[in-house]
């Protein structure tokens, strides 16, 4: 069965070239001109993935973002924007989109974010981490193994913790301490990421890969988007910063 798209774009143009684009590519796609359209056909037949351009007159991406998040609706979004401040990529994925794509933008691009959101969502690898291609073609994410680390990871089939983080894979809550932490899809993903390998620098490409399946290359502001977003849930006043800026290379999780 192919793979079904819910496509809500007000620009006529696009939105038939899109379309075109996206059925040729494989995909089973309904396109949609508003975002009252876009609730109620995701309503009916509830797609693979949804992708929704921000700004439509009436209800506009942000807002069916926000009401079928609010519904528990978990389908991966995709937000096509013209906005390209940082403010307004964070208000997207305040709203609950799992990634964005900028306009104008190459098809391609949109084809390998709707690639790695598709990846993510589908059958869990044994470990309980999504699969992703490695280089032998095998599925799973980096060894959970920690050096010099003074506070160790702690994994299970179910649960993983880290310097005051535990995450609960199944239900997907984490918590620092006792407080829980709200993450959207992406932003779990990442942190498990980050977690699992506490006590390592993870580079850039790495973690493009794990997360995205695709490195979008060095002029992409897209980790650093959510590593920050992140961090603003994370961050304590008083308490440890617990992600960890490497320049040049990338990332790492550790309680200093």
Same mark, same amino acid.
């Given at each position: 069965?192919?793979?079904?798209?819910? $496509?809500?774009?007000?620009?006529?143009?696009?939105?038939?070239?899109?379309?075109?684009?996206?059925? $040729?590519?494989?995909?089973?796609?309904?396109?949609?001109?508003?975002?009252?359209?876009?609730?109620?056909?995701?309503?009916?037949?509830?797609?693979?993935?949804?992708?929704?351009?921000?700004?439509?007159?009436?209800?506009?991406?942000?807002?069916?973002?926000?009401?079928?998040?609010?519904?528990?609706?978990? !389908? +991966?979004?995709?937000?096509?924007?013209?906005?390209?401040? !940082?403010?307004?990529?964070?208000?997207?994925?305040?709203?609950?989109?799992?990634?964005?794509?900028?306009?104008?933008?190459?098809?391609?691009?949109?084809?390998?974010?709707?690639?790695?959101?598709?990846?993510?969502?589908?059958?869990?690898?044994?470990?309980?981490? +999504?699969?992703?291609?490695? +280089?032998?073609?095998?599925?799973?994410?980096? +060894?959970?193994?920690?050096?010099d680390d003074p506070h160790p990871t702690m994994?299970?089939?179910?649960?993983?913790?880290?310097?005051?983080?535990?995450?609960?894979?199944?239900?997907?809550?984490?918590?620092?301490?006792?407080?829980?932490?709200?993450?959207?899809?992406?932003?779990?993903? $990442?942190?498990?990421?980050?977690?699992?390998?506490a006590g390592i620098v993870l580079d850039h490409? !790495?973690?493009?890969?794990?997360?995205?399946?695709?490195?979008?290359?060095?002029?992409?502001?897209?980790?650093?988007?959510?590593?920050?977003?992140?961090?603003?849930?994370?961050?304590?006043?008083g308490a440890p910063q617990l992600i960890h !800026?490497?320049?040049?290379?990338?990332?790492?999780?550790?309680?200093?």
């Amino acid at each position: 069965m192919p793979q079904t798209v819910l $496509l809500a774009e007000d620009d006529r143009a696009i939105r038939h070239a899109l379309e075109r684009a996206l059925t $040729l590519e494989g995909y089973q796609v309904t396109a949609v001109a508003d975002g009252v359209e876009a609730l109620a056909q995701a309503h009916r037949t509830p797609p693979d993935v949804l992708l929704l351009d921000v700004m439509m007159p009436g209800i506009d991406g942000l807002q069916v973002c926000r009401v079928l998040r609010a519904e528990g609706d978990r !389908t +991966p979004i995709l937000m096509l924007t013209a906005l390209v401040e !940082t403010a307004d990529r964070i208000a997207g994925l305040d709203a609950g989109a799992d990634d964005y794509v900028v306009k104008p933008f190459d098809v391609e691009e949109v084809f390998a974010r709707l690639r790695a959101l598709l990846r993510r969502t589908s059958p869990v690898a044994a470990n309980g981490v +999504p699969g992703t291609p490695g +280089p032998s073609g095998a599925s799973g994410a980096l +060894p959970d193994v920690v050096r010099d680390d003074p506070h160790p990871t702690m994994s299970s089939d179910k649960q993983i913790s880290a310097a005051g983080l535990r995450m609960d894979l199944q239900a997907r809550r984490v918590w620092r301490d006792e407080r829980e932490l709200e993450l959207t899809r992406t932003e779990f993903e $990442l942190l498990e990421l980050l977690v699992r390998n506490a006590g390592i620098v993870l580079d850039h490409s !790495t973690i493009y890969d794990r997360i995205w399946g695709y490195d979008f290359g060095p002029g992409s502001k897209n980790l650093a988007v959510y590593v920050g977003y992140l961090r603003r849930k994370l961050d304590e006043p008083g308490a440890p910063q617990l992600i960890h !800026t490497v320049r040049g290379v990338g990332y790492v999780l550790r309680e200093d």
